[in-house]
T-cell receptor
Framework: NAGVTQTPKFQVLKTGQSMTLQCAQD?????MYWYRQDPGMGLRLIYY???????DKGEVPNGYNVSRLNKREFSLRLESAAPSQTSVYFC????????????FGQGTRLTVV | GESVGLHLPTLSVQEGDNSIINCAYS??????FIWYKQESGKGPQFIID?????DKRQGQRVTVLLNKTVKHLSLQIAATQPGDSAVYFC???????????FGKGTLLTVNP
């Protein structure tokens, strides 16, 4: 039982490049989330998916797109990376309607130069 | 907009002391609250949660108190140990809104 798996763990991009961060969970959870964490800051919600087939914007969605590929997978895409998107990205999942704890992946450290 | 915030960004305690970490929330519709611990280089880990129909919930060495009147949440850690050193976040979720919103975090440092 791996929990929440994120790939890659580290990535360096040049400004304007695109990439997709992958996330998969094996806990049969309905809800999945993408957060970003900047130094000394809390986690800010980018997008979330309450259930398979639905996605909604969080606090900081600009510059990102998401895909809930199936119940297990929720990907985050940066179409044209900017230095302001340098951050640590965390994927999380939770079970019943957000009323259960969210489990987090180990994070993706992204640097945009 | 709605937010969850913390009163103290840093807290330093002696090993063996009790620690109290506070959190204020502003979304009156929030009805589920969670405390997370984040160690350096890792993702947040669940500590304890509480639903809005409760005022207090206890776990192993940890207690969460919820005061809905003043929209305040606290985490109490008994007999704090060096391994408790980490950043602690409160998070809230509300009703039909599945969003899980985090506060900025408190850095807890335990001195031996």
């Amino acid at each position: 039982n791996a929990g929440v798996t994120q790939t890659p763990k580290f990535q360096v991009l040049k400004t304007g490049q695109s990439m997709t961060l992958q996330c998969a969970q094996d806990m049969n959870h309905n809800s999945m989330y993408w957060y970003r964490q900047d130094p000394g800051m809390g986690l800010r919600l980018i997008y979330y998916s309450a259930s398979e087939g639905t996605t909604d914007k969080g606090e900081v969605p600009n510059g990102y797109n998401v895909s809930r590929l199936n119940k297990r997978e929720f990907s985050l895409r940066l179409e044209s990376a900017a230095p302001s998107q340098t951050s640590v990205y965390f994927c999380a999942s939770s079970g019943y309607r957000g009323y259960t704890e969210a489990f987090f992946g180990q994070g993706t450290r992204l640097t945009v130069v | 907009g709605e937010s969850v915030g913390l009163h103290l960004p840093t807290l330093s305690v002696q090993e063996g002391d009790n620690s109290i970490i506070n959190c204020a929330y502003s979304n009156s519709a929030s009805d589920y609250f969670i405390w997370y611990k984040q160690e350096s280089g890792k993702g947040p880990q669940f500590i304890i949660d509480i639903r809005s129909n409760m005022d207090k919930r206890q776990g192993q060495r940890v207690t969460v108190l919820l005061n809905k009147t003043v929209k305040h949440l606290s985490l109490q850690i008994a007999a704090t140990q060096p391994g408790d050193s980490a950043v602690y976040f409160c998070a809230e979720s509300g009703g039909s809104n599945y969003k899980l919103t985090f506060g900025k975090g408190t850095l807890l440092t335990v001195n031996p």
